[in-house]
C-alpha cells in the first residue's frame, strides 16, 4: 500500500501563495514518481485574516495541525500590519505550541547561483546550521519598568536548560552521523558548536559541556570543533569550506543563518524548516512576503520548492527527497539569476523546470 501524507497549507501573504504553489507542483510530481500520496488542506492565516477578523493563529487551529503529518508555508508578513503581531501570533506560536525545537538551515550553493563570496563555488558552500528553536532569548522571559521614563529598564533573558540543550545536541549529531556516511567530504569535517562562552559564562558552559560529554560519550567517532559566534561569522565568509554541521542556541543562530542565506545566493533560493523531529514540523522559503511582488508571477520559487524538499526528507521520503534536490541542481543553471523579475522565467515556469527535471 502506497503511503497517504496530510499537509497543512498556509500560503500566507504577499507572494507566498505564489511560491507555495509551485512547491506543491513539485512535491505532487515527486508523489506520482516516488510513489506516495500528497492531500493539501488550505488554511488562511496571515494578513488578511488578521486585517478582517483581528485572529492570528487561533488555539483551535493549533490543535487542527495535530491532525497533519506537516505543515507548508509560503511566508508571513504585510505592510499594514505592525511588526511582530504576525511572527509572534503566527509563526512563533506554531513553532513555541508544536514544539519545534530544531531550526534546519541548508546553507548550499547551486551550480550556476551567484555567491558574493569571491573564488567560492558549490564546492565550497555546502554546509548546514542547526538553530536552536524553541529557548534561549525567545523564550519571552524578562520584562520593563518605569517604562517611558529616563530611568526605564528593561531585560530579556537568555534561558536554556539542559534538556532543551541536550536535544538539540543529539539531533545535530544524528545528522552529522547521517551526512558523513553520505560523503567523504563531509565526514573529513568536525560538527561545529557556535556560541560566544567567553562572555556568556552560564549559556555557553552548559552548551559546551553538554556538547563535549555528549560527543564523547556517544558520538566519540565525529570530530568537534567550537567557535565563538563573531568568529563564525567571519569564517563563513572567508572560509565557509570549513563547515559542515553548525549547532548553535537560538538568537545567534536566527542571525548567522541569515548570513548563510546571503552567501548561498539570497532569499531567493535559501529554504529551512521548524522541525519536531517526534512531532509536526513545518517548512517554508526564507524569503518574505516581497509585497511589491506579489501576483507578477516573477518570484523565485526554489527556496520553496528547497522547503518542499526538506519536507520530504523529515517525512522519510529520502529517496524523493535526493530527486528533488538534484532536480532543483539541474535547474538553476538555466536561470539567469536567482533575483525577482531576472530570472530569465516566471514564478511557474520555475517550478515547471523543477517537475520536469524530477
Ligand atoms: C526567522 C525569522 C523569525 C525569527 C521572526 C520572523 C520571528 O527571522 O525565522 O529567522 O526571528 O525566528
Ligand atoms: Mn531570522
Known amino acids: 500500500m502506497s503511503k497517504n501524507y496530510n499537509i497543512a497549507l498556509i500560503g500566507g501573504d504577499g507572494t507566498g501563495p505564489e511560491v507555495a504553489r509551485e512547491g506543491v507542483k513539485v512535491l505532487q510530481a515527486a508523489a506520482a514518481k516516488f510513489g506516495f500520496k500528497l492531500q493539501f488542506e488550505s488554511y ?22 495535530k491532525k497533519y503529518q506537516s505543515i507548508f508555508l509560503g511566508a508571513i508578513g504585510h505592510p499594514d500590519v505592525k511588526p511582530g503581531i504576525l511572527e509572534l501570533g503566527i509563526l512563533l506560536k506554531m513553532r513555541f505550541a508544536l514544539d519545534q525545537y530544531i531550526n534546519l538551515r541548508p546553507v548550499r550553493l547551486f551550480p550556476g547561483v551567484e555567491t558574493p563570496l569571491k573564488g567560492k563555488g558549490p564546492d565550497e558552500i555546502d554546509f548546514v546550521v542547526i538553530r536552536e528553536n524553541s529557548g534561549g532569548i525567545y523564550t519571552g522571559m524578562g ?45 573529513a569535517k568536525p560538527i561545529t558548536l557556535v556560541h560566544k562562552r567567553n562572555v556568556l559564562t552560564h549559556c555557553g558552559d552548559l552548551w559546551f559541556r553538554a556538547f563535549e560529554e555528549m560527543g564523547a560519550r556517544e558520538f566519540p567517532e565525529l570530530k568537534r570543533d567550537y567557535n565563538h559566534v563573531d568568529a563564525a561569522n567571519m569564517w563563513f565568509v572567508k572560509n565557509p569550506e570549513w563547515f559542515d554541521v553548525v549547532v548553535t542556541e537560538n538568537l545567534f543562530g536566527d542571525i548567522i543563518t541569515d548570513l548563510g542565506a546571503m552567501i548561498q545566493g539570497g532569499l531567493g533560493v535559501a529554504a529551512g524548516g521548524n522541525i519536531n523531529p517526534s512531532g ?6 526564507m524569503g518574505g512576503s516581497a509585497p511589491k511582488y506579489t501576483g507578477l508571477n516573477v518570484i523565485n520559487p526554489i527556496a520553496a520548492i528547497g522547503a518542499a524538499g526538506m519536507m520530504l526528507d523529515t517525512l522519510g521520503e529520502r529517496t524523493a527527497a ?19 523579475g531576472k530570472m530569465g522565467f516566471s514564478t511557474t515556469e520555475v517550478g515547471d523546470l523543477v517537475a520536469a527535471a524530477l
Open 44 to 65: 488562511d492565516f496571515g494578513a488578511e485574516r488578521y486585517l478582517r477578523t483581528g485572529e492570528t493563529l487561533p488555539d483551535s487551529a493549533v490543535e487542527e495541525m
Open 280 to 285: 509536526i514540523s513545518m517548512f517554508e522559503p
Open 322 to 340: 535526493a530527486a528533488v534536490e538534484k532536480a532543483i541542481w539541474a535547474t538553476t543553471p538555466k536561470m539567469k539569476s536567482q533575483a525577482a
Open 143 to 187: 520584562g520593563a519598568t518605569r517604562v517611558g521614563t529616563t530611568e526605564e529598564i528593561a531585560s530579556q533573558l537568555m534561558v536554556y536548560d539542559r534538556r532543551t540543550v541536550d536535544r538539540c545536541l543529539r539531533y545535530s549529531f544524528e545528522l552529522k552521523r547521517r551526512r558523513n556516511a553520505t560523503n567523504a567530504k563531509y565526514a
